[in-house]
């Protein structure tokens, strides 16, 4: 059911309290501009979501009587964490001051308060409710990570994935691994050839923010990696093992072992699904992958544009092109592709970007657009890539709905989809406690 009203503005008092100011609405942010947000796109706040105050800025808001847009200035402005499986619609508005730190590396989507309850702009583009917040107990999690960690006692990538991930990091993928279902994570790369303006495992000494984990430190093994993906793809429901994970650098780096640890996987058995995420920069590599008999591959990006997507992920020694490459390798393998697509309110529903993305769509056939929120300090990123005008913008519920339409086979999602979707009902079958 939409909403009757705007919701209200929220504010901090900076030590932990927030509270509405009725005398303003909330505006959302579009690039570098301030908005009025549909009704129509407000949902309440997801389980799992969070709220942060944004320290330095001072939250944009309608005022009620006038309708002019004017600063909040009773507190620190506030944006939401929304969880997975959903997109946020626009950016939490604000004004920033000259001495305002750099925000850490997590989503800032805007966030109301109506009728007691927050409301965000978002939609739920994933039905598949694999990371959802209640599915995970912690009791349960921390036994089946000691469980594996007795059973696995010298492999250091099952150490890493429960001491790190699960239990330090609360990584939903390896949280779901010590309780044996769906998808698995397989870090395998120490090493990385791009410079993300956002990477969250390596942050250089010189940026304002840090890494929000640890990265993987060592070369695993083929042997390594065999060892659990192999009783997991026999036992877990709607089964996947994933190489390319947060806590690493690129896996095509690593496409030997990865290669080999795939042909014996396959020997032993042919359950399930085995993916890769990466930045696609050596198409050669995913093809060797390809006839090892990789299923999946997840691409990431900002852009679909070359002059956005260079100045983010500052690559080395490859190109745009080589990502694009890569996708139209998998697709002439058979092979599922999606793109792991950084969606910027602003940016990723700009004109110039929306025709980049058909061309892209066309180019490489194209499955699956993952859309992810983008985790970066919104002023930040900007700067970084040099965008001063982001151009006329359709909206991203527009966006999607024109990609939609044009291209009706394209599958909308957040997670890498399992062999039972891929294969069948894509709409209905996904995983459930």
Known sequence: MPIAQSPYILYSDGKGNIFEDTSLYVAGRTGWDAVEIPEEDWIELPDGGSLYELPGRRGIGIDVETGEMRLCDKGWAVAAFIPPAHTGLYLAAYETAPDAPTLPLFCYTTAGWLDDKFYVPAVRIEADIRQECSGYDGKKVEHGAKSLLQHYPHNRLVKHLMENCALTYTCPAARNFALGRWECPVPASPACNANCVGCISLQPDEEPIVSTQDRLSFKPTAEEIVEFTVPHLETAPFPIISFGQGCEG????????????????????????????????NPEAVR???EAGLDSIRVSTNSARREIYMPYYRPNNYEFEDIIESLKVMTSFGGWTSINYFVFPGMTDSEAEYEALR???????????????????????????????TGDCLGVKQLQDLIREEFPDLKYGYFNPPMERIKGDFANDFAHF
Request: with cysteine.
């Open 288 to 290: 060797k992958l390809c």
């Open 250 to 281: 690129e896996p095509l780096l690593m496409w030997e072992t990865i290669s080999e640890a795939i042909i014996e996987i396959r020997k032993h058995t042919k359950k399930g699904s085995i993916n890769i995420n990466t930045n696609g920069s």
């Open 359 to 389: 061309k892209l769509i066309r180019e490489t056939g194209l499955k699956m657009i993952q859309w992810r929120n983008f985790n970066i300090d919104p002023d930040w990123y900007l700067g970084k890539i040099g965008v001063a005008e």
